[in-house]
C-alpha cells in the first residue's frame, strides 16, 4: 500500500490500501458467533480521517496479530522482551518497530518487524489485513500505528530472534473488556487483581492519562503484566471489534485524546519540529489541539472520542 504524502514528505497513516477480506469465504478455524462478529467488525473498520501529517523519521508500527483459539475465541500474540536489551528488558509488548526508508507503507513496517523479532510469514493470504487503527503517541517522541491482522495459517511456528524476543505468548482479546481474569490465579498471586490502573500526568499534552495494566497469569515465571502502551492498545482494538466499552472506565477525568496529543506533540515539542522541518512540513500549521475535540466516527455519528495515551511503553525496537 503507498504512502499518502504531502509534498513529497510526510505521513497521513490514517489512509491505505484496503484487503478484499471476507470473514464468511475465508478458511478459518470454527468460530464462536462474538469471534465471527468481531472479525467482521475489524475488517470493515475505518479510522477517521486525520487533518494531521506525520514526520516519517517519528512514525513507527506494532503488528496486533490475532489468531483463532481451539473453542473458538480470539487471541492476541505477545512477546517478552529479551533480558539483555538496553530498554524496556523482559517487558511484555507487541512486535513492532520504527519506519524504515524500505517500507513502502506503515503496515509493511509492522509486518516487516514482526517477520524479524518472531518469524511471523510476510504472506497476506495467510496473515491477512483486518485493519489500521488510529495512531497513538509513544514517550519516546514516536508516533506509533497498530496495524492488526488475522493468522489463518495454523501450522506456523515462530521463529525467534533471541536478542530481542524470550518467548511468546497469548492472551484472550476479550480479557481486556474484562476486570476479572480469563484464567486461575496461582496460589502466590491471590491477593492481586487482575486488572488494575493508575492516573498520571501526560508528558505530551495538559491534562492526566490513565495507564492500565492486565495480569498474564505466568507473572510466577518471571513473565511482566501486559501495560502502558500495549495495554491501551489491546483495549482500543478490543472495544472496536466487540462493539462494547470495557468494565471498568478506561479514560482519566478530562484526558485528551491521541489526536490532541499527537497535535500538541508536533506543534511545541522540539523533536517532532525539527523532524517535520527536515521534511518538509511546517509544525505552525498543525491544528490546535482543542480544535480536534469532535472526532467523526466510521459509522456516521459525531462524538468525543477519548481514545487518550493511556500508557507509555513500547514494544521492541521502539
Known amino acids: 500500500m503507498p504512502s499518502t504524502r504531502g509534498n513529497g514528505s ?131 517522541q514516536l508516533i506509533v500505528t497498530p496495524v492488526v491482522v488475522l493468522i489463518l495459517d495454523k501450522t506456523l ?5 533471541q536478542a530481542e524476543v524470550a518467548s511468546l505468548f ?6 481486556f473488556l474484562r476486570s476479572e481474569p480469563p484464567f486461575p490465579l496461582e496460589t502466590q498471586m491471590l491477593e492481586l487483581k487482575y486488572h488494575t490502573y493508575t492516573d498520571i500526568d501526560s508528558n505530551t499534552a495538559p491534562g492526566k492519562v ?41 479514560y482519566a477525568p478530562g484526558q485528551p485524546t491521541w489526536q490532541q496529543r499527537i497535535a500538541h506533540a508536533l506543534r511545541y515539542d522540539p523533536v517532532f519540529r525539527e523532524a517535520e522541518l527536515a521534511e518538509g512540513i511546517d509544525p505552525d500549521k498543525t491544528p490546535q489541539p482543542s480544535s480536534l475535540a469532535e472526532i467523526r466516527r466510521p459509522e456516521g455519528k459525531t462524538k468525543r472520542r477519548r481514545r487518550g495515551g493511556l500508557g507509555l511503553l513500547l514494544p521492541p525496537k521502539l
Open 157 to 161: 511456528r515462530p521463529i525467534l530472534n
Open 10 to 140: 510526510g505521513l497521513r497513516l490514517s489512509q491505505f490500501h484496503r484487503p478484499r477480506f471476507d470473514v464468511n469465504r475465508a478458511t478459518i478455524p470454527e468460530l464462536t458467533p462474538e469471534s465471527r462478529r468481531c472479525i467482521q467488525t475489524l475488517a470493515s473498520y475505518r479510522p477517521p480521517k486525520s487533518p494531521l501529517r506525520y514526520p516519517k523519521s517519528r512514525s513507527a508500527a506494532v503488528l496486533v496479530a490475532l489468531f483463532v483459539g481451539r473453542m473458538g475465541d480470539l487471541y492476541v500474540l505477545l512477546s517478552r522482551r529479551s533480558s539483555s536489551l538496553r530498554t524496556y528488558a523482559g517487558d511484555t509488548a507487541l512486535p513492532g518497530g520504527k519506519w524504515e526508508p524500505r517500507d513502502k507503507s506503515i503496515e509493511k513496517t509492522a509486518r516487516r518487524e514482526a517477520f524479524e523479532e518472531i518469524g511471523l510469514p510476510l504472506d497476506y493470504k495467510k496473515v491477512p489485513l483486518l485493519c489500521i487503527l488510529e495512531p497513538v503517541l509513544a514517550r519516546n
Open 170 to 175: 497469548s492472551h484472550p482479546l476479550a480479557s
Open 210 to 250: 490513565r495507564m492500565h495494566t492486565f495480569l498474564t497469569g505466568r507473572e510466577a515465571g518471571g513473565t511482566k503484566p501486559i501495560f502502558g502502551l500495549t495495554a491501551s492498545i489491546l483495549i482500543e482494538v478490543a472495544s472496536i471489534g466487540y462493539g462494547r466499552e470495557p468494565d471498568f472506565e478506561p
